[in-house]
């Protein structure tokens, strides 16, 4: 057998923005015995997480599961709504975005990217202003669609997505809108109707808590409308007869079954949970996290406290300081993985994952791992960012245990 | 937490062409914890699985593995090597050879099909000497690939690669050879060097012994080259990209973890047992329920004892019983699930799997399911086909346990 | 990690009376994580395993739950009631029975054995009568109890103890009834309370579909009286700090957690069924089964068709065969396991289990098992059992799937 | 399904002195298929775990395994060696010497107490030297044996057993030595021959990190030649049928197989991992600890430094602090579990156990979550405790990874 072997003792503290560690219960669900994909039970399960998923996206059309990476639903939503060389408005929020960008690129789409300049452009949401502005000026309508990340899992930015759709409407443009919520959904506040989005992109391994191995797409009946006209070569990926056939909770070909119980699971969790409540749990460890680092006197990748994400915090680390050198440090010595800098960040920064199944004592030992790495590594400290993700946790209750005399008090969900 | 309860009590007989029952062994596997997929445990297991998939595939080439499934495979196939409008020439065996010319065609392919006409035409393998014909005639070398299935799903045939690779060469013709042994790998013979395939196509879920999630191609050489001159728009399924990345281990965007710890003990148990061994096991448990089917006077889907799948075995209710009729009762009554007969030969066949994960006594109890719902269905049987298939195992010795006397003599596979 | 790799390939058949299959479902609910065995949520699993079991035992009086074996249990209820060198009254209607009979003894009490004499004398149930003789002669009471075995796993043999509890009252004894219902408990009929019984004895590996490890004794008010006089040594067996401080859902000293976790997930499944349709169920296979016995033309075990048990058939086999060699055979060439005949029926007979997780299709293969095992060894059989059971499963409906249109009419149990 | 539903999100920190938190992959190697233990894989098993366990205890004679808790082994080991009124001598150092007193006293024997008076008394070891004097007086050798307890699991204090091997060896006096190292084994140092120790008992829930439910006695040549003529009534715990049927792997009644399979895979961790090593983390993880609580300025419970224990740590609140109330309030609001004072330190103390599967930062965010608990019920603390145990884990290296160039620098074990 394949063994985590690395590991000595204890568990691993997987702290990376996703995948996020999968909590035992989503485990044991996955090793259900495999199921006839065309017989009857499975049309059940089939139906459950074709109606859970829509409430997790908050939407009431049709959401796609397919056996894929975010990468895989990426290209499925470009391949459903658009043509051969059709152009494309890309927002360049960071390495998500940039990668998104080249996908789209090699399916031979022409692509115009948006962004600020430089690795300082990487410290900021999307400017929904400038999309208007783009859009305002398109008077031919050649751009047919949009395409935002909501959070981006390279910099800990999370944009305002209903912004860029006001943006859209106020300049009146037919631009479709595709938003890329993989390491958001779940975790950050998402609405696919209300903010009007006409193809949503998910995957398991973030908040949804599972391994890798499903992509999501979310539609609306715009995008579906534009699906029926679009002519990129399509089949795996292709919306229609999957639509047909998730109505009795089919699927055209194999879906991956044992995924799709976790992914059951995963909904019966975060449901009966309550959508808001996990979305306050997020901003509160974030809140912390972000406390600690400003303690230790790092900047924080992201340079706009109104779009921090609730998901992961990126801290940069100080000039001459190898970002990747103190990753290698923590993980080797204090069993604790932490996500690394990208493309044009790398090695000046790392980035800290605060998602999914996770406490306020894993994140004090995750910052506490960071803080000891940081110091043998050399770095000087302003302060004990151990000692203000404590003191941020212990002023703000929130992570109460169910059925206790504290939890019945209304948890105030604490984002400063 | 979804659970099968309509299974009331004691183990489900899954016994369709794939997914195949999953063994406790595979499923423990899948429950570890999922890692960071850019750390370096990560790049262990994935050089240990992609080695592997070699020795299953038998090539020296390199295997794309995929989180996808076999459709989704068959894709990835098509849009490496090919150029939009590209000439394709495909063998219609049964379902699935209809259901990969279908997706070609969806992708801008142009396809020709080759086939014996009608219902009659699924009980028969590839007949190569008519690839042979058809290649010659194409003195333009128009036809850019030849599409087969090597084990079809939907009848019970196996048709002879080997033979499909002569007729190319006797034809002189250039056209690569694409081979789906989607349920065929690690259950029947496959050879991908020895037999000139070009690129393989499979999935996790069948000789595998793994849930859905997976779709594989293996590469040949001249794969590779016709790649880099393809022009289909490819971007999830490019090659390139992933070829340039396993050889240290790890995948562009993100693998999916669980299934592929699963895939490696898949491979360990392949691989220790020996693929001669598991290739035997299944020749002789397709012998065993096919004296049943005979003893039963029912005919056998495939028509030629040449090319019976060692996987599963296609049975035709006679004139005016609705095999899905049967399947159901069989379903209800014993808690088994057999295949239901695809396209053309709905309601008229169904198909019982012995693939994988089995043993004598399952098998048995499978075709005793099949004799009590076919009986209680009204059909006249001519005779007892849990008694033949009971005398083909007890006089053909082969699935002992290890470390006994008894199993230190050499197993003789019996194939009929 | 230790393997059972003596088993090639699919799924072991374990049909021993014993520890019998652990569902899934009960294998993944002893995964959860240990807790604190004096924390709050340990309270919770504590009480509802308590009242549980209650309703397994049918009674509304205490149950005790130990970290042991059935022995133990054997060993709780003795020397919790009994002082040193009390007189107590044993039935031997198996092994098991004597067994029982040698731990009382060596714990120093004084046992009087009733039953048939020799191996004859295995194949009959508890006589009653014979009890109610005894007593009436012990007119000075000095018979402290009365032992009697309800399911006899050595032989297959059921007694009635309802019976018992008639004699006893008829000879207006004061002594205690201990019942050992090991095995019969959650396969067999069992009434604790209304039946009179002071003890009943069990353990977890057998209807409870439990691993060993459990050892139950319910309690009757008398028997609870008795134990704040008797005067046996005990500590760790001793029921009175145990009663106290179960009643917050708590032990004295440590439970065995995640066996507990499996116990209440075994009672939410058979409760959720109905202990009624679950003792249907097994009368039914038992029937099966023994249609099979008689059709090969061998006797069984149990003598008296009134008592034959609906968990485990006893096959006697004829003069001058082993039966441990076919055993030996059947478990090296079909994967099957098989229990041995003990004591004084060693090597005459050989015990099929047929409770707990099973069904249909599955007792068949251990049908098919055995005959073709039978054959291999050279034993002549009258007829073939595998159609005699397989025409008594089709002629009896019963193992339907819930939900499905068939299980909506009346189950029909078959006892003959 | 019982679900520890108490726990909102992430993972619970077990921090109390055992049950210790269960390693997946142990909870994995328990979920293997039951087998019969009375089959060859059986008897495999078998003489593995009793070969492991032998390593384990340091041992070359027999070690039995129970199917029963720790409190079950005490009485296994009392009820093999003695008779009937017996006269023991017992050392109080705590709860649990306290308890076993208490089960001595139920078994009928006549035990007679050492000990430093008061709850001051519960702060210090064994003091060999008053063994060794009362032996001395005991002329008549009226004392059959003498019981200590090498980690007390209600201090955390680990007595010296050489020392009382020696002073009873100096008192030339015949008394057995019985040694509880429930919580000290596989954590501890412990030599069960070296030390002379004539029976250890032990369970499997602290450092062998397995679920509760097993309990164990190791053997001398000289305890089992007293078992020859101990008259304590005893039959399921009784040596002499075990060690004989252990010869070949088996067990005289049901053994609990599936955690069987969870101590072979323990044993196979720490064997693997080599028991110096282990005792080195230990040791070091309880240095770290102790740094945190006198950076708090609270005392340690136990007053001796010569015998702190490596297992656990006792933490003193200050007058007029209900320790219960603190440990509440860390468990609502931090998902903490923490050890209650036992007996005459309730309410006065609360116990951390830093033992088996943990580490580094799982230890620190156990310090925080006490930190954070202590402050928020108003306790005044003098420093930094989180700050004191990151210091110490930095300066002292240890729990390296397995493979890093850091690992291969020899770990240097850091005992303050």
Redesign the interface.
């Given at each position: 057998?394949?063994?985590?072997?690395?590991?000595?003792?204890?568990?691993?503290?997987?702290q990376?923005p996703g995948?996020s560690?999968?909590p035992?219960?989503i485990?044991?669900?996955?090793?259900?015995?495999?199921?006839?994909?065309?017989?009857?039970?499975f049309g059940?399960?089939g139906l459950?997480v074709l109606a859970d998923m829509k409430a997790i996206f908050k939407t009431r059309h049709p959401v796609m599961i397919?056996?894929?990476?975010?990468?895989?639903a990426?290209?499925a939503a470009l391949?459903n709504v658009l043509s051969?060389g059709d152009h494309v408005l890309m927002y360049e929020t960071g390495h998500f975005a940039f990668l998104w960008n080249q996908?789209a690129t090699?399916?031979?789409l022409k692509t115009e990217v948006l962004g600020l300049p430089g690795a300082e452009g990487w410290r900021h949401g999307v400017h929904a202003d400038r999309i208007e502005q783009r859009l305002k000026a398109d008077s031919a309508h050649s751009i047919k669609a949009v395409c935002v990340v909501h959070n981006e899992t390279s910099t800990g930015v999370t944009s305002d997505i209903a912004a860029v759709r006001r943006a859209i409407d106020a300049a009146k443009h037919p631009a479709l809108l595709l938003v890329d919520t993989i390491s958001g959904l779940a975790g950050a506040d998402y609405r696919h109707d209300e903010w009007g989005v006409d193809v949503s992109i998910s995957?398991s391994?973030k908040g949804l808590m599972l391994?890798?191995?499903i992509?999501f797409n979310a539609l609306s009946p715009k995008a579906i409308e534009a699906s029926a006209k679009a002519t990129?070569?399509?089949?795996?990926w292709?919306w229609a007869e999957m639509i047909e056939m998730n109505k009795t909770g089919y699927w055209?070909?194999?879906?991956?079954?044992?995924?799709l119980?976790g992914l059951?699971?995963a909904c019966?969790m975060l449901l009966a949970?309550g959508l808001e409540r996990v979305f306050a749990?997020h901003q509160r460890w974030a809140a912390g996290v972000r406390a600690a680092v400003q303690a230790w006197g790092l900047p924080i990748q992201c340079a706009d406290p109104a779009v921090y994400s609730p998901i992961l915090t990126g801290v940069m680390t100080p000039e001459g300081v190898d970002a990747d050198a103190v990753r290698k440090l923590i993980?080797?010595?204090?069993?604790?993985?932490l996500g690394?800098g990208l493309g044009k960040v790398k090695g000046r920064m790392f980035r800290i994952g605060h998602l999914g199944?996770?406490?306020?004592?894993?994140l004090?030992?995750?910052v506490?791992?960071c803080?000891?790495g940081l110091?043998?590594a050399g770095v000087r400290l302003a302060g004990?960012g151990?000692?203000a993700v404590?003191d941020h946790?212990?002023a703000h209750?929130g992570?109460?245990?169910?059925?206790?005399?504290?939890?019945k008090e209304k948890a105030q969900p604490a984002m400063a």
């Open positions: 057998m394949f063994t985590t072997d690395a590991h000595p003792t204890g568990r691993h503290f997987l990376i995948p560690p999968v035992d219960r485990l044991r669900a996955m090793s259900l015995p495999t199921i006839d994909h065309r017989g009857p039970e059940r399960l459950k397919y056996p894929g990476s975010g990468t895989g990426w290209e391949v051969p996908l090699r399916l031979g995957g391994q391994p890798p191995g992509g990129m070569p399509r089949a795996y292709g055209p070909s194999t879906p991956n079954t044992n995924l119980y059951s699971e019966d949970d749990r993980y080797e010595r204090f069993d604790c993985s690394t199944d996770s406490n306020d004592l894993t004090v030992a995750t506490a791992g803080e000891m110091k043998l004990s151990v000692q404590m946790f212990s209750p992570g109460l245990l169910q059925g206790t005399p504290a939890a």
